[in-house]
């Protein structure tokens, strides 16, 4: 790769920024990451990522970019503890109160803890020659020209010590929703990004549990979609050959307890039993951890006039998702490739280049979890009568793939960021879709029924 500067520093050690700093190694001699909190020496959770104690999983897509940064990194974490696992006929996917049909696939997902995932990413990130990490290290704002349009470094605070200045030809800033950005683009003149906020008021709670390799019939996760009348969701995630993790919770407050009966009772309200039958037989392994997140976010920095240069905004300090969809590593996975294509061609208009790339790959994921969320009706939100019709349809969608194994790979495709949307809208999907609520197959009670109009 051509060198293109001499030093690039990273704000934030989490996936998003480990992944952004193996882009940048390829064209700047050297690559700071600054982290406020002391890196872990094994993989255990950290305060610096909240959510690390819960339920994650990685989809088809972010694996398959993260091994073309790091090769062989999957079987690192395989033997490391962690599972490869085909996600459509290992995992048991159940949306719109069904579950999905299984079959084998060619999605191949990951699943480990989130500090092991991490963990794997960050250790292969160090050992690159030119990365350095510097912990405890609070930034404290940015560094620019005279006239401010043009970024040169960063202040910082490492641990008790006095302020000082790291100076770099790009900054990116990593550190995630809680970014710093707007307010120190504030005081350098420009104007603050539009916003988007979509509030779903999501909460969750998680527990660790003994895994039997007999339990779930093999499977090594279920994932539930909130759907009405409770709109709670949940799932059951392999995280080690003897260990469970399980997060369940909802919307606007109806979050899980944290009482071993009344979690278990909660379990069982959701429209499958596989969850309730592990929290309420198997032995725990942890307390009780709970986790909030209040709305959906999206800042519009492509939609900016005015941008200083020598500096980017990424990951999840660009667009956060609600975290029960499992997007935000992958989508940062995704922005890495497309910072490393936009770097290919040098540093000249690179944070137009880069935003307008971004957006193309967030575009997706936001219409997945915002226009799902809107399904909701307590969720505030346009809703357009393309949204209307694209839930109704995957809704449809959902019950012909309960005996359609191509409706559910297509689905699944879709929901890995493995295939575009549109995918779903091909006139051989529709027609299957059709066939599949026209003539679907009686269950229990059910009888046959026609394909409804959209309302």
Known sequence: MKQIGQHAVVIGASMGGLLAARALADFYA?????????????????????????????????????????????????????????????????????????????????????PVLEGHVRRRLLALPNIRAIENCAVQGLVADDGGTVIKGVRVRIGN???????????????????????????????????????????????????????????????VAGSGPNWRNGTILYQTEDRWIVSIGGYFGDH??????MFAAYAGSLPTSDIHDIVAHAEPLSDFVSYRYPANLRRRYERMTRFPRGYLVFGDALCSFNPVYGQGMTVAAQEATLL????????????????????????????????????????QGPRPPKV???????????????????????????????????????????????????????RGNETISQAATPG
């Open 30 to 114: 050297e690559v700071t990451v600054l982290e406020r909190d002391t890196l872990p020496l094994t993989d255990v959770p950290r305060k610096g990522v909240p959510q690390g104690r819960h339920a994650h999983g990685l989809l088809a897509r972010g694996r398959s970019v993260i091994e073309a940064f790091f090769p062989g990194w999957t079987d690192e974490v395989v033997a490391g503890g962690g599972a490869r696992g085909d996600i459509v006929q290992d995992v048991s996917w159940i949306g719109y109160g069904v579950t999905i049909k299984s079959a084998p696939s060619d999605l191949i997902g990951l699943l480990a803890s989130r």
């Open 161 to 223: 010590g006095v302020e000082q200045n790291v100076t770099a030809d790009l900054v990116v800033d990593a550190s995630g929703r809680g970014s710093s950005s707007p307010a120190w683009f504030e005081n350098l003149g420009y104007a603050r990004p539009e916003e988007e906020r979509i509030e779903i008021g999501i909460g969750y709670t998680t527990r660790v549990y003994r895994r039997r390799p007999t339990d779930l019939g093999g499977k090594v996760a279920v994932v």
């Open 256 to 261: 899980a307890p944290d009482d071993p009966q």
């Open 340 to 379: 490393q294509a936009c770097l290919r061609d040098g540093d000249a208009d690179l944070a137009r280049r880069f935003f307008h790339a971004a957006k193309g790959a967030i575009d997706t994921p936001w219409d997945i979890a915002v226009g799902n969320d809107l399904r909701h009706p307590q969720v």
């Open 388 to 442: 209307r019709f694209i839930n109704w349809y995957i809704g449809k969608l959902h019950m012909a793939a309960r005996h359609d194994a191509v409706l559910a790979k297509a689905f699944l495709k879709v929901a890995n960021l493995e295939a575009p949307p549109a995918r779903l809208l091909h006139p051989a999907v529709v027609m299957r879709v059709i066939r599949g609520n026209l003539f679907r197959r009686p």
